[in-house]
C-alpha cells in the first residue's frame, strides 16, 4: 500500500524534475549567464570546421597610366588572364539566436559565423601567368620573365548575418533554409610575386563590398540540447575591384635602365564562395 501511494508522487516529481530540465537547458557552467542575457531556449551553437572552395569569375583586367617605357611595349587596355584561388579548411562556430515570430509556424531565427579570418591566396593563371607582362622594348627582348601563378595574398573578414526558417520542428531531423547579406572586409593586402617584388613593392588595394548569401542545412537532435548540423552556404560579391599600383620590374636586358615603372592595373570580379560546415553544438 505505501508503495501504491509513492509511486505516483515519485513520478509527479521525475516529470517535474523533467519538465525544469528540458525548460532550463543544460546544466552547464555558464549556461545561466548566457540564459540571463539572451533567455532560455534561444541562443544555440554548432561548433565544427568549414571547408570553403572560392569561385572568382573575372570580369576584366586593365592596365592604365603606363610608363612610356611600358607603353612601347605593351598596349594599354583590357589584357587576358584569369584569377583563382585555393580552397581553405578552417575552424568555424555557427552562432544563432531564435526569434519569437510565429509567422508560418515559427522556427525563426538569426544566424552568423565565428571563426579567424582566413587568408586568401590570390592567384593567376592563362596568358596574365604564362606570358611576360613586357617582353620587349623597340624590337629588344626586356628578359622580363612571366608573372607566373603567384600574385598577392589578402585577410579577409566576411561579417555574414542571415534570416533562417526551420522545419519539422517536431522531429529530431530539422531542414532549414536560410538567406542574408555579407560585407566583404580585407586588411594587410599585399603583393607576393617575386617580379613584381624585384624592385619594390607596389601597393594593393580591394574594395570592400556587400554581397549576399543562401543557406541550406540539417540540423539532428542526437540528446536533449545537443545537435549535429551539416550547412552549405553560397556567397556572393559582385564586381569587387583591387587596384595595384606603383608596380616596377627589373628589365634585365636593358641595362640602361636599373628599372622601369609599368603602370596600375585595375582588376574586376565576382568572388563567390562555397562554403560546407560541419557541427556539433546544444541550445542555451
Same mark, same amino acid.
Given at each position: 500500500?505505501?508503495?501504491?501511494?509513492?509511486?505516483?508522487?515519485?513520478?509527479?516529481?521525475?516529470?517535474?524534475?523533467?519538465?525544469?530540465?528540458?525548460?532550463?537547458?543544460?546544466?552547464?557552467?555558464?549556461?545561466?549567464?548566457?540564459?540571463?542575457?539572451?533567455?532560455?531556449?534561444?541562443?544555440?551553437?554548432?561548433?565544427?570546421?568549414?571547408?570553403?572552395?572560392?569561385?572568382?569569375?573575372?570580369?576584366?583586367?586593365?592596365?592604365?597610366?603606363?610608363?612610356?617605357?611600358?607603353?612601347?611595349?605593351?598596349?594599354?587596355?583590357?589584357?587576358?588572364?584569369?584569377?583563382?584561388?585555393?580552397?581553405?579548411?578552417?575552424?568555424?562556430?555557427?552562432?544563432?539566436?531564435?526569434?519569437?515570430?510565429?509567422?508560418?509556424?515559427?522556427?525563426?531565427?538569426?544566424?552568423?559565423?565565428?571563426?579567424?579570418?582566413?587568408?586568401?591566396?590570390? &592567384? =593567376?593563371?592563362? +596568358?596574365?601567368?604564362?606570358? #611576360?607582362?613586357?617582353?620587349? %622594348?623597340?624590337?629588344?627582348? @626586356? /628578359?622580363?620573365? !612571366?608573372?607566373?601563378?603567384?600574385?598577392?595574398?589578402?585577410?579577409?573578414?566576411?561579417?555574414?548575418?542571415?534570416?533562417?526558417?526551420?522545419?519539422?520542428?517536431?522531429?529530431?531531423?530539422?531542414?532549414?533554409?536560410?538567406?542574408?547579406?555579407?560585407?566583404?572586409?580585407?586588411?594587410?593586402?599585399?603583393?607576393?610575386?617575386?617580379?613584381?617584388?624585384?624592385?619594390?613593392?607596389?601597393?594593393?588595394?580591394?574594395?570592400?563590398?556587400?554581397?549576399?548569401?543562401?543557406?541550406?542545412?540539417?540540423?539532428?537532435?542526437?540528446?536533449?540540447?545537443?545537435?549535429?548540423?551539416?550547412?552549405?552556404?553560397?556567397?556572393?560579391?559582385?564586381?569587387?575591384?583591387?587596384?595595384?599600383? &606603383? =608596380?616596377?620590374? +627589373?628589365?634585365?636586358?636593358? #641595362?640602361?635602365?636599373?628599372? %622601369?615603372?609599368?603602370?596600375? @592595373? /585595375?582588376?574586376? !570580379?565576382?568572388?563567390?564562395?562555397?562554403?560546407?560546415?560541419?557541427?556539433?553544438?546544444?541550445?542555451?
Amino acid at each position: 500500500m505505501i508503495r501504491s501511494l509513492l509511486m505516483p508522487g515519485l513520478m509527479l516529481l521525475s516529470g517535474m524534475a523533467t519538465a525544469e530540465q528540458d525548460y532550463y537547458g543544460p546544466d552547464y557552467p555558464g549556461v545561466s549567464f548566457v540564459q540571463k542575457i539572451f533567455g532560455e531556449d534561444r541562443l544555440y551553437f554548432r561548433a565544427g570546421a568549414m571547408y570553403q572552395v572560392p569561385d572568382v569569375v573575372t570580369k576584366s583586367i586593365t592596365l592604365k597610366n603606363l610608363s612610356e617605357l611600358a607603353e612601347v611595349a605593351v598596349k594599354p587596355g583590357p589584357q587576358e588572364g584569369e584569377a583563382f584561388s585555393d580552397p581553405l579548411l578552417l575552424p568555424a562556430v555557427r552562432i544563432g539566436y531564435k526569434l519569437r515570430w510565429k509567422l508560418w509556424g515559427g522556427g525563426w531565427s538569426i544566424e552568423t559565423v565565428a571563426g579567424l579570418p582566413p587568408t586568401l591566396e590570390l &592567384k =593567376a593563371k592563362g +596568358k596574365l601567368a604564362d606570358v #611576360p607582362l613586357v617582353t620587349e %622594348a623597340n624590337g629588344i627582348p @626586356t /628578359e622580363v620573365p !612571366a608573372l607566373g601563378e603567384k600574385v598577392a595574398e589578402t585577410k579577409v573578414a566576411p561579417p555574414l548575418f542571415t534570416l533562417v526558417k526551420q522545419f519539422n520542428r517536431d522531429s529530431r531531423l530539422r531542414p532549414y533554409v536560410g538567406l542574408g547579406w555579407v560585407y566583404l572586409f580585407s586588411y594587410d593586402s599585399h603583393v607576393t610575386n617575386p617580379v613584381l617584388l624585384e624592385v619594390g613593392e607596389p601597393e594593393l588595394e580591394i574594395e570592400d563590398k556587400f554581397g549576399f548569401v543562401g543557406q541550406v542545412g540539417l540540423d539532428y537532435r542526437i540528446s536533449d540540447y545537443w545537435w549535429v548540423s551539416a550547412d552549405y552556404k553560397y556567397i556572393s560579391v559582385r564586381d569587387v575591384t583591387a587596384t595595384l599600383e &606603383k =608596380a616596377y620590374i +627589373k628589365p634585365k636586358g636593358l #641595362p640602361q635602365y636599373d628599372y %622601369a615603372e609599368v603602370g596600375d @592595373t /585595375e582588376f574586376v !570580379a565576382d568572388l563567390n564562395t562555397h562554403a560546407f560546415h560541419l557541427g556539433i553544438g546544444f541550445t542555451f
